[in-house]
């Protein structure tokens, strides 16, 4: 397969993966609109949709290598099915049995992009296109959904869901063994700190995406905008914001890996302090692109550094689970410490995480580019030598 039908193919189970995490706060609403279900009830039943991608990433992760096919027809059959039976279930216990199934699903279409991309040279690149396509069309999925007229029931939108399955079938489909054309051939074992650092960095990036989005209604109402006008600049600053990946799938040069990394770092802490400190239509609209901008340039660089020493696709699918709890600590700890410290605060503390962050990424690339340096001059003493 070319390169073309490559990136289409992983970008459309990359989105029906993570559709359903991108919308979680329509989903979420649309649950609670469900007579006898409240608020806190309604984000407990859209939780097992995370845990079943957890679930997933823990205990099946190497399973697409034995049978692929058998993850493939899954991965779809429990995404779309669990969507379907969200519309038209009721009750509590048959909802969480439908959130947990279409997570699973999730995490089974997930597996099949980290594992066929699974020790890639320059690993970045391909993340960086996956996250550009796949995710400018989550993006219009949520720009769609929002669109949708209010409604005193739970709507139409898992229906959506299911049917934007359907649509990507034939792409995932696709996707076969043996289509990466640049396989690391002896991939280099990360230590247990470099490791370490590389998940601290993917939990505070997480984190603080998943805490500001969080709030970021709350910032609408102090700026005295609708409901309606939220939502859809949330959802056009997703769509813009995915323009930050065009910088790993157009990064050729490994040494530059660093700086677009702290680069990205920086964007994301001045746009999240412009969104919390100016109260503007327009602060909150390209503060919200910024954050999205930056966050897009990060991600794809440091799971590429995972994806080029992981033999299978389990490691960054185990991964996913770290930046899925990363991003619950941060949504459980955003609401009380914008409520209680104000918007200046909250965004002095992003700019504390992001500083974290960018300090343990500085430390691992920096690191890894040292190793390779001196990888390099041992064995070109070694050639000198014989």
């Known amino acids: 397969m070319s390169a073309i039908p490559r990136v289409f193919s992983l970008s459309a189970a990359f989105a029906a993966a993570l559709n359903g995490t991108m919308v979680m706060p329509l989903i979420v609403l649309a649950l609670s609109r469900i007579p006898g279900i409240d608020e806190a009830t309604a984000t407990a039943i859209a939780a097992a949709e995370l845990a079943g991608i957890a679930i997933y990433g823990l205990f099946a992760a190497r399973l697409v290598k034995r049978s692929r096919p058998l993850v493939t027809l899954f991965g779809l059959f429990a995404m779309i099915g669990g969507e379907a039976a ?15 199934l279409a997570g699973l699903g999730e995490g089974a279409l997930f597996s099949l992009v980290s594992a066929e991309v699974a020790c890639e040279a320059n690993a970045e690149r391909i993340w960086g296109q996956i996250n550009l396509v796949g995710g400018v069309a989550m993006g219009l999925l949520l720009y769609g959904l929002s669109l949708l007229p209010v409604t005193t029931d739970r709507g139409h939108i898992f229906q959506w869901l299911a049917v934007m399955g359907i649509v990507m079938a034939p792409l995932v489909m696709m996707i076969r063994a043996g289509q990466n054309a640049t396989v690391i051939a002896a991939p280099r074992k990360l230590a247990r700190s470099h490791m370490g650092l590389i998940w601290l960095v993917i939990v505070l990036v997480y984190g603080f995406q998943a805490g500001q989005w969080a709030v970021s209604g709350y910032m609408g109402a102090l700026d005295h905008m609708s409901n309606e006008r939220v939502g859809l600049f949330l959802a056009l600053s997703s769509i813009l914001g995915f323009a ?11 040494a530059h ?53 992981d033999r299978d696709g389990s490691l960054v699918l185990r991964t996913l689970v770290i930046a899925l709890i990363g991003a619950a600590v941060g949504t459980a700890l955003a609401g009380e410490l914008f409520a209680d410290a104000g918007p200046r605060t ?41």
Request: overall charge neutral; glycine content about 8%.
């Open 86 to 100: 969200s519309q038209y279930l009721d009750g509590i216990p048959p909802l969480i049995a439908a959130r947990l």
């Open 244 to 254: 930050g990946a065009l910088v790993p799938s157009l990064t050729r040069n490994p």
């Open 257 to 309: 890996r660093l700086r677009f990394v702290l680069q990205g770092f920086t964007v994301m802490a001045l746009s999240g302090v412009a969104f919390f400190n100016w109260q503007h239509d327009q602060a909150y609209l390209w503060g919200q692109v910024g954050v999205n901008v930056g966050f897009y340039m990060v991600t794809p660089f440091v799971i590429g550094l995972l994806t080029e020493s």
């Open 346 to 386: 909250f965004s002095m503390v992003c700019v504390v995480i992001l500083a974290a962050g960018m300090l343990a990424a500085w430390l691992v690339f920096r690191r890894l580019r040292e190793e390779k340096k001196n990888e390099a001059s041992d064995n070109h003493e070694r050639e000198i030598s014989a």
